[in-house]
């Protein structure tokens, strides 16, 4: 999108929802869909290219709700335009400053409906398979809202992307708490996507750190209550069996790749690399530098190959166009593991250069 000069306002596009030129046009087809007429409550994203989707909401004098940046501060916020707002107004109200400031926050007990789920992506295939920008928060808010009772499986959602974001996605990316899409709405076209794969459930506990729960207060809220509903809510790397000090067990080799020098328990168990609860006199976590990725290496690729290798860290976070990341592990012990683990690890034909963080800062 970029190279091709798709992108539009913020820039660069990488690590966010990407605006593309002709959003706007795109999000014009969204008042014609049935389900928008028939909705009265509809959830839209904050992202950039689905402004005009919710200036749509607005204007057609449904209610407009709005996840909160990252979830910090509760679920949603609903959108309250001053009385006889003009289009002008209304248009303002719809931006991510106009969010800020025409809104009232929704609490849990507020028994929202939502009628229509408009969510942004990065990708999309017309099987209604979705990518979004990595950090998982459009489906942690789906799952939420089927916490809540806001969404049901029958609720539809929706996408606003340009035409060169539909593609073909494999289906061994998906994973069963990733949320699918029945509209994908392009600036040329209208696609009814008919899928049929299953919606989340509910929060996957499983999935959620303990480092997500302290940033996420509203998901303490929902932990709480789903605990005294008797349901399984253990978070990830919770009694979770570590390895005795000093036994070795078998850790998936990728071809090419040599085995590492000094294995030891951190790096063994996936959930155990990914999610010791961190609490008072816990260790201070540590970064791990990967750098030489490929020009064309996605970071799918680098979470794939940290799976199979049983050294998925508790972040990552991805700097594509400088051929870097980092990985954020619980501890230095665990992070000078994972370099262990990781050394010799290759994607496509070029061998990564893995070092701890604090090394490579003062090579």
Known sequence: ????????????????????KGASHAAEQLPRL???????????????PQKNARFFVLESNKTLLVPTPRLRTGLFNKITPPPGATKDILRKCATSQGVRNYSVPIGLDSRVLVDLVVVGSVAVSEKGWRIGKGEGYADLEYAMMVSIGAVSKETPVVTI???CQVMDIPEELLEEHDIAVDYILTPTRVITTGCERPQPMGITWSKISREMMEKIPVLRSLRAREQQAGKDVTL?????????????????????????DTPGPEANSMEAARGSPAGEGAPLAADVYVGNLPRDARVSD???ALRELGSVPLRLTWQGPQRRAFLRYPDSAAAQQAVSCLQGLRLGTDTLRVAL???QRDK
């Open 236 to 260: 990830q790397g919770e009694h979770q069996h570590l390895p005795e000090p000093g036994r070795q067990q078998a850790v998936p080799l990728s071809a090419g790749r040599r085995p590492p």
């Open 161 to 163: 992307v340009h035409d």
């Open 1 to 20: 999108m970029e190279s091709q000069n798709l992108a539009d306002f913020p820039r660069p596009v990488h690590h966010r929802i990407p605006n593309f």
């Open 357 to 359: 963080a604090r090394q």
């Open 302 to 304: 680098l979470k794939r």
């Open 34 to 48: 049935q389900a928008f007429k028939t909705a009265r409550t509809i959830k839209v994203n904050p992202d950039a």
